[in-house]
């Protein structure tokens, strides 16, 4: 945790909050702070700055809060994920939170394995949870939208063209395609493929609505890896 | 599993093995083999081709090899890692081996917790088993070579200006220093800090051995993705 993210519940006045749950343990056993130690904090949705603990008590922390710079630029992409299997899915959920993607649609695909879609790890507050992870570790205080499209031909025939308008389209596909392309200028929306990749249908799919197949060499990546991998070329 | 690995005690013939461990299980609880299935095989070290499945049983298969299509070819690239927390370890090096590293030094830093260097996951077997892992699912037979220095002073002072000759030398630092260069030509020598980052004396005494420091911006990333986001964007 290199930042302590505060929620507008613990405010217990303008600059004072009141904390009690695993961020008070955090401060306790890995920060082993103390009153009067300052920290980093940033306000969920708001600006980030320091925190001086007033006081520390088994219990509760209450600290005095300072907020004063803007959280760090988000890259200006839509990121379209076939679903990852769901142990994937919450690494991936933090990966993309602390790389600053502000903008995640969970789409289906031939080869996500239908019991994907039941895992509790994609219920809001699960998703919540992995994202508020992933900004703690990179400093980040503004939450990405997290979509989910159940339906990939709906989604890619009805609303994708209009997703990806404006922006260069791109899918990560390894196959005889161009390069990924690196220090893109303007705003992206890429696709990332499932494990075993996205099946000749969907890419057809994909490119009609303006995504063109880029790949990243004979490698196969995990999808964690691949994510990782494709924004620090693109961006 | 997008390869099966094959050591030198399967063989059983000149183009025959015999399976009987995990990856036997790995056939048939994922893969759903049959007899006369072909899948891609490779031998560690060595080349990679097809097998056929001649026998499937419960306790053992065996299958008729073709090897004749070498490795991907490896990343011009000596990475050193400040070691990292048991679990995170076990994850960066099956990530350095599907990137395609082929030299890992693990080292000691001011800030890698002592109890780190305990840790089983150290072990050549376990470090050999993770290694396997990264290479079966980038489809790559040769493992990196990976060497453990646990006292930084001796190893940068006496050894490190030598491994560093005639490559590009960089560490991945947080701070305002240039960004990390995209697409270089030739060998690279990169240095990668533990959680908190290399101290400042760690920073120059890497920087007189010749490595100079770079940035990736302002996000802290985790180990596992500052590697990936690092080598996507040097090669």
Redesign the interface.
């Known amino acids: 945790m ?1 930042l302590l993210l505060l929620e507008d519940a613990d405010f217990v006045g303008a600059d004072r909050v009141v904390l009690r749950d695993r961020r008070l343990t955090h401060l306790q056993q890995v920060h082993r702070a103390e009153s009067g130690d300052s920290l980093r904090v940033g306000r969920i949705g708001g600006q980030m700055g320091k925190a001086q603990i007033l006081r520390l008590e088994a219990s509760e922390a209450e600290l005095h809060i300072t907020l004063d710079q803007p959280p ?1 630029a988000k890259l200006p992409l839509t990121l379209l994920l076939a679903l990852p299997r769901p142990k994937m899915l919450r690494r991936v959920l ?2 993309v939170a ?3 993607v502000p903008r995640l649609i969970l789409l289906n695909s031939y080869r996500v394995e239908k019991s994907f879609w039941q895992t509790p790890f994609l219920e809001p507050a699960a998703i919540r949870g992995q994202l508020i992870l992933g900004l703690e ?4 205080t503004v939450l990405p939208e997290v979509r989910i499209e159940k339906r990939f031909k709906p989604f890619v025939e009805d609303q994708l063209a209009q997703i990806c308008a404006g922006t260069q389209g791109l899918v990560g596909h390894p196959g005889q395609y161009p390069s990924c392309p ?2 893109v200028e303007g705003p992206v929306t890429l696709a990332i493929g499932p494990e075993g990749g996205w099946i000749p249908y969907e890419v057809e799919k994909l490119a009609e609505a303006g995504l063109q197949p880029v790949q ?7 999808v964690e ?1 691949a994510v ?6 693109l961006f």
């Open positions: 290199n760090p933090q990966t602390s790389m600053g570790q990179s400093r980040d690196r220090a990243l060499g004979e490698r196969i990546l995990r890896t990782t991998a494709l924004l620090a070329r």
